[in-house]
């Protein structure tokens, strides 16, 4: 297992989730995924409603109940790559409390970019793995047959969620631009390219 601690941050659709397995395979980490976490648990009751309710509306769950799941997941991680949160100011002070970076990846994609892939994503309900209508469907005829679509990647609720992260989280992003691990990468390139930009990123910040 990998000790490296790793947060990777952009915009929905940047690439975080297919990326993060990739550093989770190579380096031995522990994949801390909020939003996988909160689809586990998309009709568990809390005081504020279920996460369902925020999600298929596009919104940021309340950060009472990321904040918890983050801290549980990083308790028991040596090494980790951590997608999907912090994504605004409070939960970064939160995670200020409980960890350190080593490394900051930006995944770096241009907003209609990220609307095709968003709305043409189709994901494998056995296997979890993300394929796109255009540009990535697989070979076997039974995976294509069982292929859905995430209830939040219609055109409005993508446009939504573009919103809020242009609102909540830019400019969370703008201040790690100042943290010594902070890399920029350009999301646009093929999944190969951005993958050799980031292992190059993560070996020359944790050698
Ligand atoms: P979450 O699941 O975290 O979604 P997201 O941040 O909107 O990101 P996505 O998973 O949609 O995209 P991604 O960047 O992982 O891209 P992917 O690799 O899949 O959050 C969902 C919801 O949960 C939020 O809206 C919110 O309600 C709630 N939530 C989660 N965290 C929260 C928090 N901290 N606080 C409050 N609420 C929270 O790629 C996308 C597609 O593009 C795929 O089809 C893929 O195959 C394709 N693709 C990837 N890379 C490339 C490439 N280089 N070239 C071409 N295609 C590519």
Same mark, same amino acid.
């Given at each position: 297992m990998g000790d490296q601690q790793i947060l990777i941050i952009g915009a929905p659709g940047a690439g975080k989730g297919t990326q993060s397995k990739r550093l989770a395979e190579e380096y031995g980490l522990e994949h801390v995924t909020t939003g996988d976490a909160l689809r586990e648990n998309k009709d568990v009751e809390t005081e504020h409603g279920t996460p369902r309710e925020y999600m298929e509306a596009g919104e940021l769950v309340p950060d009472e109940l990321v904040n918890e799941i983050v801290k549980e997941a990083l308790e028991s991680a040596d090494g980790y790559v951590l997608d999907g949160?912090?994504?605004n100011e409070s939960q970064v002070e939160y995670l200020e409390g409980i960890t350190e970076l080593d490394v900051v990846l930006h995944l770096e994609v241009g907003e209609e970019t990220l609307v095709d892939r968003l709305t043409g994503r189709r994901v494998d309900p056995e296997t979890g793995d993300n394929y796109h209508v255009e540009f990535d469907m697989p070979d076997d005829e039974e995976i294509r047959e069982r292929l859905e679509q995430r209830d939040d990647d219609t055109e409005e609720t993508v446009r939504e969620r573009l919103r809020v992260f242009e609102e909540n989280t830019k400019p969370v992003i703008e201040n790690y631009e100042?943290? &010594?691990?902070y890399v920029r990468i350009d999301? &646009?390139?093929s999944p190969d390219e951005v993958w050799d930009d980031i292992r190059e990123a993560v070996n020359e910040r944790t050698a």
């Open positions: 949160y912090p994504r100042d943290h &010594e691990g999301g &646009e390139q």
